[in-house]
């Protein structure tokens, strides 16, 4: 029953992805998990689909700069995709333990135990959907990992579906601005250029110089909805 209604609650937003960070966060307390959330694989433009709630806790992982010690990350990113990784099976339990980043992150932050797997988004991104939850509530195995990876692959399916609707959304839009003759640039979420009009052509170099820094921090914005 449970995990059919985190189900419900994901494909619900199929058609309005802006609710999918929420429905991730209460899908995921149905299951027992604390943090229940999307990231681009791409860690250099850190990208998440995550609740507000659960963005405050993810935030100083690349704030303070644990990405670049983290043993979950190293672990996981050399698996092929669709592969279920569960960190206490991957990474030593002395190796975890004693590390910073597991007392000093991790542990305060409930972070402690880890499920994660890698998907394809759309045929261009990798990204990944992963669970956590906190040190007293136990590794996350069996049935509770069985869980994850049915609701992550619903997740993934739902962001999926989402990206070719905003895909669509855009190329009607393009038609249109081309219709119409006005020069307009249309990004995707990253901030990168999907498409432009015929009169927006002289305009793209301009708008990168004028704009660069505003691009700059919306492809590292930590939040997409």
């Known amino acids: 029953m449970q995990i059919a209604a985190a189900e419900a609650l994901l494909d619900a937003c199929v058609h ?12 995921g307390r149905l299951l027992g998990f604390e943090y229940f959330c999307l990231a681009s694989a791409d860690l250099d433009r850190p990208a998440f689909i995550a609740s507000q709630r659960q963005n405050e806790g993810i935030a100083p992982y690349f704030a303070d700069g644990w990405v670049d010690v983290d043993y979950r990350a190293r672990a996981e990113r050399p698996l092929p995709l669709n592969t279920l990784f569960l960190d206490h099976r991957a990474v ?15 542990v305060p932050r409930r972070m402690a135990n880890y499920a994660g797997m890698r998907f394809d988004l759309d045929g261009r991104e990798e990204w990944f959907c992963f669970v956590m939850r906190s040190e007293e509530a136990g590794v996350i195995d069996g049935k509770d990992a069985a869980s994850f990876v049915r609701v992550a692959r619903t997740a993934m399916n739902v962001a999926s579906l989402a990206t070719r609707l905003h895909a669509t959304r855009a190329s009607d839009m393009l038609f ?20 432009l009009t015929p009169g927006a052509t002289d305009s793209e170099q301009v708008l990168k110089e004028a704009m660069g820094p505003v691009l700059e921090q919306l492809s590292r914005s930590t939040l997409r909805a």
């Open 16 to 27: 309005q992805p802006e609710g999918l960070p929420e429905a991730l966060d209460a899908a």
């Open 92 to 106: 030593p339990a002395e190796e975890r333990k004693r590390s910073a980043i597991y007392n000093e992150l991790f």
């Open 176 to 195: 249109g601005l081309t219709a119409s003759g006005a020069a307009a640039i249309i990004l995707d979420r990253q901030a990168r250029v999907m498409a």
